[in-house]
């Protein structure tokens, strides 16, 4: 009865795989979580400065 037992599977390895699995899954989730609670941001890009500013537009005066 001995001769019709054929492992067609090894369950060590299969099981050793799926727990690499998990433990590359649950790092990428905290890399993940920890980038998005880092207050750095990107640079915001400059914006032109008032007295930088070219019009041919004199301002309005008020008159009191």
């Not at 299969?14 to 880092?38: D, K, P």
């Amino acid at each position: 009865m001995n001769t019709l037992f054929i492992p067609l599977v090894d369950w060590g390895m299969g099981s050793f795989i799926i727990g690499v699995f998990a433990v590359v899954c649950i790092a990428l989730v905290l890399v993940v979580v920890s980038l998005m609670r880092t207050d750095v941001s990107a640079p915001m890009p400059e914006t032109p400065k008032k007295e930088d500013a070219t019009t041919d537009v004199e301002p309005v005066k008020k008159e009191e």
